[in-house]
């Protein structure tokens, strides 16, 4: 069965630190992998997602993740941290050939600070 | 970018009522859409898969005749929580798959039942 983990349930950062917020998963065979994230009473916003290619995935407002393929990590990071980072982040992972069912981990709370 | 609406963004019922809730796919036609369900500070939970002309797919553990799910076109799918109780209370996100197989979120409606 698909799972994802989320190890840390809340990240906090100095304001231009760097940041890491951690992610393992488990899915048999390919696995595409995703990060979103969630501002208070809003929906999902896409951020960057890892199909294949080049284990390092540039995505929205300066993140950035690396998948792992032996450690089966895909954490997201950010040279330098803002305050309005400050945020719910979610990894999700689908089997590969279909962009099907999300699984979603329990979420990471960022708190950037001044 | 794809955009996905939901209406209402909040609404209050008594118990033992109904509530529908919508989802729309505004610039581009999604044949599959997905209901999710978030409790406070936890992860979303996928509720089913419904899939333009046919009956929805649910998640083990989700009762169908109380979340009723109709995706009549290709640019809307309704979820209706029959004789809602405050348990069903919750943050009910929606999101629609592309032809490219994009998930797009929409920015998830709150429900509280009295």
């Known amino acids: 069965a698909q799972s994802v983990a989320q190890p840390e349930d809340q990240v906090n950062v100095a304001e231009g630190n760097p940041l890491t917020v951690k992610c393992t998963y488990s899915?048999?065979?390919?696995?595409?992998l995703f990060w979103y994230v969630q501002y208070p009473n809003r929906g999902l916003q896409f951020l960057l997602k890892y199909i294949t290619g080049d284990n390092l995935v540039k995505g929205s407002y300066g993140f950035e993740a690396e998948f792992n393929k032996s450690q089966t990590s895909f954490h997201l990071k950010k040279p330098s941290a803002l305050v309005s980072d400050s945020a719910l982040y979610f990894c999700?992972?689908?089997?590969?050939?279909?962009?099907?069912?999300?699984?979603f981990g329990a979420g990471t709370r960022l708190a950037v600070h001044p | 970018g794809a955009v996905v609406s939901q209406h209402p963004s909040w609404v209050i019922c008594k118990s033992g009522t109904s509530v529908k809730i919508e989802c729309r796919s505004l610039?581009?036609?999604?044949?599959?859409m997905f209901w999710y369900r978030q409790f406070p500070k936890q992860s979303l939970m996928l509720m089913a898969t419904?899939?333009?002309?046919?009956?929805?797919?649910?998640e083990q553990g989700v009762e169908k005749d109380k979340f009723l799910i109709n995706h009549a076109s290709l640019t809307l799918s309704t979820l209706t929580v029959t004789s809602a109780h405050p348990e069903d209370s919750s943050f009910y996100i929606c999101s629609a798959r592309d032809w490219q197989n994009e998930q797009y979120f929409g920015p998830g409606t709150r429900l509280t039942v009295t």
């Open positions: 419904s899939n333009e002309g046919s009956k929805a797919t649910y």
């Open positions: 899915v048999s065979g390919n696995p595409y």
């Open positions: 999700a992972v689908s089997k590969s050939g279909g962009y099907n069912k999300l699984i």
């Open positions: 610039d581009f036609q999604a044949t599959t």
